[in-house]
């Protein structure tokens, strides 16, 4: 009873996958590596940047349907990963396109969802003075880091233009 039991959800299993590939195309497969000896720095480039969006993924991706303070809390963990991200990426002093491209989607996603929670907090604006205070500082630092990081990026790019030049 046990082995029909099992085939009957292997084949439950194996028409769900069916069916969501069939709806959402490839936009939620589970990405896979390859390993092996030659270009391992692709492949380790290419790791980092899935293991990046993965991680921002997981902590914009969440409901506004929580308290105004947990809200806060959870946009303030977002603003934490495009932080440490973002100091990631200038650390050698130079945004390469890719490193560009994912800053950009990544604060334009954060910019949505503050909307988002702007448009809660709005609905008693008296009552969450608080969390638009901490909301708004959270912005401050959040349009401060992107200067910073363009700025850095703008330097890195002058220097690497002066290197080619020679």
């Excluded at 896979?32 to 000896?37: D, K, N, T």
């Excluded at 604060?107 to 638009?132: H, T």
Aim: aromatic share 8%.
């Amino acid at each position: 009873m046990s082995f029909l039991k099992s085939a009957i959800n292997q084949v439950g299993r194996d028409m769900g996958k069916v069916v969501s590939n069939e709806i959402f195309k490839d936009k939620h497969s589970t990405p896979y590596r390859r390993v092996s000896g030659n270009n391992s720095n692709s492949h380790r480039s290419s790791s980092r940047v899935r293991s990046i969006k993965t991680e921002f993924d997981k902590a914009i991706d969440f409901q506004t349907g929580f308290k105004p303070t947990t809200l806060i809390n959870k946009i303030s963990g977002v603003y934490t990963v495009i932080k440490n991200e973002a100091n990631e990426y200038i650390a050698d002093g130079y945004l390469d396109p890719t490193e560009s491209s994912n800053l950009f989607e990544m604060m334009k996603r954060f910019n949505s969802k503050v909307e988002d929670i702007c448009d809660v907090l709005d609905l008693d604006e008296s009552g969450n003075e608080k969390e638009i205070n901490q909301l708004n500082q959270i912005l401050g630092k959040t349009n401060k880091l992107f200067k910073n990081t363009l700025e850095i990026s703008a330097k890195g790019c002058k220097e690497k233009q002066v290197e080619h030049r020679e």
